[in-house]
């Protein structure tokens, strides 16, 4: 039978306690935490991700906390706002811890104290506010509640990354008021566009009148215009004519006179003839005046033509035939 002596005994304990100190004093930190170690119950390092030594029997670890970002949900609270509207609120917060020591010796259950930072802040900031600024301005509100809790939680080795609000649930009749008013806003919308067409379709056509009326009126005013040059230059005309009359009448030729008076006699009856309402008229006339007005505008185209006129009367009078003076030419039979 195997005996083992009392300095066996001994060696084995020794070996026994030497591996357990040296197991104690090795210590393998994962990735993504921080190690406290306290000496004698009092904070004296921190042990980073990786193989950490400390003192046997002396050092102890502490705190273990992880140094990754977290996420922490809040809770649905109900908040009242500005305007006394009660709405139901919940949110999401990002942190991670910067400093193990302070995260764990200066606030006891950090999350706790998170949570509690949080919906303070979200009651705060949110019942300084009205509802329609409430549900129309979310960016703002995450912005002022990062800063605020980043602020607060700076003491406690906390880096505050987001603050997110994820729903802003109003009351079931404040949500069918809401729909109302938005429906009644859009119909009103509505209702002035449709007001600012009709306004725009008046004005377009109001502008195309006045664009006709104004070129009607340039039109007019160009006829108008001339019509008065062309009743200028005939007055013109007929100042020269009369001109020409007065000097033919002033020197003693009573054939210009006469057919002046043919002519004027001529257009007269021509009038008459064509007037739209007087299709039968009486009209005793001096045939004998007429004839001798028309042959004084025979003597007048004699005088203008010369030969040529004289030979067209023989040859129409004709051959060896004496015209009678009182006779019509051939003109005025024509």
Do not use: C
Not at 173 to 201: C, T, Y
């Amino acid at each position: 039978m195997l005996t083992v002596s009392g300095f066996g005994v001994f060696a084995i304990a020794l070996v026994v306690f030497v591996l357990i100190t040296v197991a104690m004093g090795v210590r393998q930190v994962p990735q993504g935490y921080g190690y406290t170690v306290e000496r004698f119950g009092k904070y004296y390092k921190t042990l980073s991700p990786g193989l950490g030594v400390i003192v046997p029997w002396i050092d102890r670890i502490g705190r273990k906390m992880n140094v990754m970002e977290q996420v922490l949900d809040v809770p649905t609270q109900e908040v009242i706002t500005k305007d006394n509207a009660t709405v139901a609120v919940d949110g999401v917060l990002f942190y991670q811890v910067l400093d193990p020591a302070r995260a764990s010796y200066e606030v006891f259950n950090l999350e706790q104290a998170l949570l509690n930072l949080t919906m303070t802040n979200i009651r705060t900031v949110m019942g300084s506010m009205d509802l329609d600024a409430l549900l129309s301005h979310r960016d703002e509100i995450n912005t002022r509640l990062l800063s605020v809790i980043d602020s607060a939680a700076q003491p406690w080795g906390i880096k505050t990354n987001r603050v997110e609000i994820k729903d802003i649930v109003p009351p079931r009749d404040l949500i069918d008021s809401m729909g109302r008013q938005m429906k009644a806003e859009r119909e009103k919308r509505a209702n002035i566009l449709e007001a600012e067409g009709h306004r725009q379709a008046e004005i377009l056509r109001a502008e195309g009148k006045k664009a006709a009326l104004v070129l009607d009126a340039e039109g007019r005013k160009e006829a108008a215009f001339r019509d008065a040059e062309a009743r200028e230059r005939q007055a013109e005309a007929e100042s020269t004519a009369t001109r020409m009359m007065s000097d033919a009448i002033a020197k003693g030729d009573t054939s210009a006179i006469n057919y002046f008076i043919a002519e004027k006699y001529i257009r007269a009856i021509d009038a008459l003839a064509r007037s739209p309402n007087q299709k039968t008229f009486i009209m005793p006339l001096d045939m004998a005046g007429l004839a001798g007005t028309l042959g004084g505008v025979a003597e007048v185209a004699k005088g203008a033509f010369g030969p040529l006129a004289t030979g067209q009367a023989g040859r129409q009078a004709g051959p060896g035939e004496a015209r009678p003076s009182g006779s019509v030419p051939p003109v005025a039979r024509i």
